[in-house]
Nanobody, 118 residues
Framework: VQLQASGGGVVQAGDSLRLSCSASGRTFTNWNMGWFRQIPGKEREQVATITWNWGTTSYSDSVKGRFTISRDKVRNTIDLQMNSLEPEDTAVYYC????????????WGQGTLVTVSS
């Protein structure tokens, strides 16, 4: 499984940004896909997840109502639309994949940096 994240950058508070993750290497039926983020010196935080089959989503409280995760089963991409960005959203964002029935996300992309200035 290969995951390639892109779309990070520097924006101002209140702006929007869209991250995209290209997934390849197998079919992802029954898998879960997710976006995580990590601030240096802090633990990695799960931001949003989506089931490949049905598109069922979940969000952390810190991004609920501002971020939207989606997946395209034809292009094999997982996007994270981030609106109303806040300086606290500054982090390295990673896309990840979890095989159906697995206990954790075992496959990770390389990360893309999002910097939100105040």
């Amino acid at each position: 499984v290969q995951l390639q994240a892109s779309g990070g950058g520097v924006v101002q508070a209140g702006d929007s940004l869209r991250l995209s993750c290209s997934a390849s290497g197998r079919t992802f039926t029954n898998w879960n896909m997710g976006w995580f983020r990590q601030i240096p010196g802090k633990e990695r935080e799960q931001v949003a997840t989506i089931t490949w089959n049905w598109g069922t989503t979940s969000y952390s409280d810190s991004v609920k109502g501002r971020f939207t995760i989606s997946r395209d089963k034809v292009r094999n991409t997982i996007d994270l639309q981030m609106n109303s960005l806040e300086p606290e959203d500054t982090a390295v964002y990673y896309c990840a994949a979890q095989r159906g029935g697995a206990r954790q996300f075992a496959y990770w992309g390389q990360g893309t940096l999002v910097t939100v200035s105040s």
